[in-house]
């Protein structure tokens, strides 16, 4: 039972992480927008694109955990 508490715990701070990487996304694809310099451009871009591969990378941890969710439930 402890473990089904804990992977639930998992899953919402999963959700916040998952969050949190949009959030810096939409204000790293903003700053590209508004800057002007190519080089600065460019750096917020690339900043985007990591924090789309940490928000992948987040989304399969959450899968695997729901997954381990439902079999501890069925466990019950």
């Not at 715990?9 to 590209?32: G, H, P, S, T, W």
Request: net charge positive.
């Amino acid at each position: 039972m402890e473990d089904l508490k804990l992977a639930k715990k998992l899953v919402k701070a999963l959700d916040m992480a998952i969050k949190y990487e949009r959030l810096a996304q939409q204000r790293y694809a903003r700053e590209a927008a508004f800057s002007y310099e190519y080089d600065v451009k460019q750096l917020f871009k690339t900043l985007v694109s990591e924090e789309l591969k940490h928000e992948r990378l987040l989304n399969q941890k959450k899968t695997a955990v729901l997954k381990d969710i439902d079999r501890l439930s069925k466990k019950k």
